[in-house]
Structures are given as C-alpha cells and as structure tokens.
C-alpha cells in the first residue's frame, strides 16, 4: 500500500471514487454509501473498483455476505479521511473569510500625522474587514493623488464635483514651546510680540489673528517660511518661534506640555477639515463608516482639556 502510494508513476485519483470508498467504509455497504452519494451501488461498486486498480492494492474483501475493508483499505481510510478533513477546513476557511473592502483615503500632511494615524488603530480593530490606503496630499501646491474613495481637505469646502462634510470647527489660537516663552516672554499683551519671531504659513495667516489682538501690523514678511502646518507647529515645539495652530491639531502636544498657548486670543477659522467623497457616487459602507469614525475623532480631539487656556498658566 505504502509503496503504491509513494511511486511517482500514480496518477491523484478522482475524489468521486475516493468519497465513494470513504462513505462504504463509514457506512458498512456499498448500497448506503449509494443512498448517501445519489447514485447505484453498482456506481459505487464500479468506482472503488477503479481506485483499486489506479492504486494496485486491494481495499475491500468482497464475500457473499457483503464487503469488508482489507488492512490495506483500514490504512487508506485513515489517509483518506485526514485528506478529506483538509479539503473540507479549507474550503470552510475560505468561505468563512470577510471580504475585504479597500478603502482610499487621501489626507493632508498634518492632519493624518495628528490626528488620523494616532486614532487609527480604533478604526481598524472596528473594522477588520477594511483594508485602508492612505495616501498624502499637499494642499498648498494643490498635489493631489487619483483614485481615491475619501479626501480630508483643508480649506472652506467648496470643491467642484465632491460632497464636502465638515470634520472640525477650530478656532485660531497662539503657541510656543515652554523655553521660548520663558526666554522671550513674558507675552502678557498682544504688543509683547513685537520682540518674538512669527512662524509662517500660507495656510494660516497671522493678520487676522492681529487684528483680533488690537494690532495694526501687516502680515509678517520676516522670519521662518513654512508650506505645511505640521511644520510650523513642529519648529514651535522646537522653540524657533511662535506659531498660530487649532485645537485639534496641538491637542497631544499641549496636554504634554511641549507647546503652551500665548495669551487669550482666538478667532474662528476660515479654513477647516472637511471629508469629501465624489458627488456622482454615492459612498461605499467602508466610506460611510470612516466618515462617521473620523467626525468623532475629530470631535474629541477639539474639546478640552487640551492644554491650558491662557487665564490657568
């Protein structure tokens, strides 16, 4: 039997004559296994007959009182089944697997380093039949990657041919690192400023926030250039300056107390994150429940305690 099994010249029998051998011998006849399978004992009979001539080895001893497994046939059965077992784990595994849904997602720089990718691991345990792509987009050159099924967005939420839901709210507020304050400070008014270096970004510009303060300054044209956000607030945790940033954003750095906020000012933002998903499609369930995810992470991220406000320094 062994040796039968092992040469190289045997050809992989038809599994319908190995589950016709399996069911006789589970079943002690060759008309059960027929009633089991829908088909004649005489298809039965015929089909063990075969694997027994593929494998050269006798599997049952056949008398007139019916047919009895040989030592041979007890010692294929054991194979057989494991085999059987496997091929049906398998195709069990297989059909038991979630379909994986792939989501695209676009974000900008600071927004996924912030608050996104901190947050995700919620997002996947949730949702382990997600697959997420997360791609980067640079807003102030207008680089946007294709194909995408989401894009976080920073702006005012009108973009053509998308559906814009808005994630935040943030007003504008001041920060430093704690050593520039103490260095350059105290800054207990707006003028106070004027001896500090204004980090800038041509996505947050500081002639609102001035003009909030009282000061008729003009926007700075001096010191530090930055593209990104997540730049400027990085050199103002570096203690080069000071930088205007949102509450969801500086959230994990202000409750470290690596970034404090300068005095009691802030003004609403004219820009704010949105979620977008094309217009002409509705979204997906993986987008839906994304949107919904990342909405009330952002939520959380805004409110307070987020640092101290300027009146608990």
């Given at each position: 039997m062994r040796g039968a099994s092992s040469s190289k010249d045997v050809r992989l029998p038809p599994l319908a004559a190995i589950q016709a051998f399996e069911a006789a011998a589970r079943l002690g006849s060759f008309e059960r296994a027929s009633e089991e399978l829908f088909v004649t004992a005489s298809a039965i009979g015929k089909r063990i007959a075969a694997l027994e001539a593929l494998l050269d080895v006798t599997l049952f001893i056949r008398s007139s009182r019916g047919a009895t497994l040989s030592a041979a046939g007890r010692e294929y059965l054991e194979q057989v089944r494991t085999a059987l077992d496997l091929l049906s784990d398998a195709s069990l595994h297989k059909r038991g697997?979630?379909?994986?849904?792939?989501?695209r997602v676009v974000s900008t720089p600071t927004f996924a380093r912030q608050v996104l990718i901190p947050s995700l691991p919620e997002f996947t345990a949730a949702h382990p039949d997600v697959e997420l792509e997360i791609m980067l987009s640079i807003p102030y050159l207008d680089i946007m990657p294709p194909n995408a099924d989401v894009w976080v967005r920073f702006g005012i939420g009108k973009y053509p041919g998308l559906h814009a839901r808005q994630l935040t709210e943030d007003p504008v507020f001041a920060v430093c690192?704690?050593?520039?304050?103490?260095?350059?400070?105290?800054?207990?008014?707006?003028?106070?400023?004027?001896?500090a270096d204004l980090l800038r970004c041509p996505m947050e510009p500081w002639r609102p926030w001035l003009a909030a303060?009282?000061?008729?300054?003009?926007?700075?044209?001096?010191?530090?250039?930055?593209?990104?956000?997540?730049?400027?607030?990085?050199?103002a945790r570096a203690g080069q300056g000071i930088a205007l940033t949102r509450r969801t954003l500086a959230a994990e750095w202000l409750d470290e107390g690596k970034l404090v906020r300068l005095l009691d000012i802030e003004i609403p933002g004219e820009s704010q994150y949105h979620l977008c998903t094309e217009s002409s499609r509705p979204p997906g369930g993986a987008a839906q429940a994304f949107s919904l995810w990342l909405a009330d992470v952002c939520k959380q991220a805004s409110q307070w305690p987020c640092g101290l406000r300027a009146g608990q320094e």
């Amino acid at each position: 039997m062994r040796g039968a099994s092992s040469s190289k010249d045997v050809r992989l029998p038809p599994l319908a004559a190995i589950q016709a051998f399996e069911a006789a011998a589970r079943l002690g006849s060759f008309e059960r296994a027929s009633e089991e399978l829908f088909v004649t004992a005489s298809a039965i009979g015929k089909r063990i007959a075969a694997l027994e001539a593929l494998l050269d080895v006798t599997l049952f001893i056949r008398s007139s009182r019916g047919a009895t497994l040989s030592a041979a046939g007890r010692e294929y059965l054991e194979q057989v089944r494991t085999a059987l077992d496997l091929l049906s784990d398998a195709s069990l595994h297989k059909r038991g697997e979630p379909k994986l849904e792939t989501l695209r997602v676009v974000s900008t720089p600071t927004f996924a380093r912030q608050v996104l990718i901190p947050s995700l691991p919620e997002f996947t345990a949730a949702h382990p039949d997600v697959e997420l792509e997360i791609m980067l987009s640079i807003p102030y050159l207008d680089i946007m990657p294709p194909n995408a099924d989401v894009w976080v967005r920073f702006g005012i939420g009108k973009y053509p041919g998308l559906h814009a839901r808005q994630l935040t709210e943030d007003p504008v507020f001041a920060v430093c690192s704690p050593a520039y304050r103490d260095a350059r400070g105290p800054f207990i008014h707006p003028k106070d400023l004027a001896r500090a270096d204004l980090l800038r970004c041509p996505m947050e510009p500081w002639r609102p926030w001035l003009a909030a303060a009282g000061l008729d300054w003009p926007e700075p044209s001096r010191g530090v250039w930055l593209v990104d956000l997540g730049m400027m607030l990085a050199a103002a945790r570096a203690g080069q300056g000071i930088a205007l940033t949102r509450r969801t954003l500086a959230a994990e750095w202000l409750d470290e107390g690596k970034l404090v906020r300068l005095l009691d000012i802030e003004i609403p933002g004219e820009s704010q994150y949105h979620l977008c998903t094309e217009s002409s499609r509705p979204p997906g369930g993986a987008a839906q429940a994304f949107s919904l995810w990342l909405a009330d992470v952002c939520k959380q991220a805004s409110q307070w305690p987020c640092g101290l406000r300027a009146g608990q320094e």
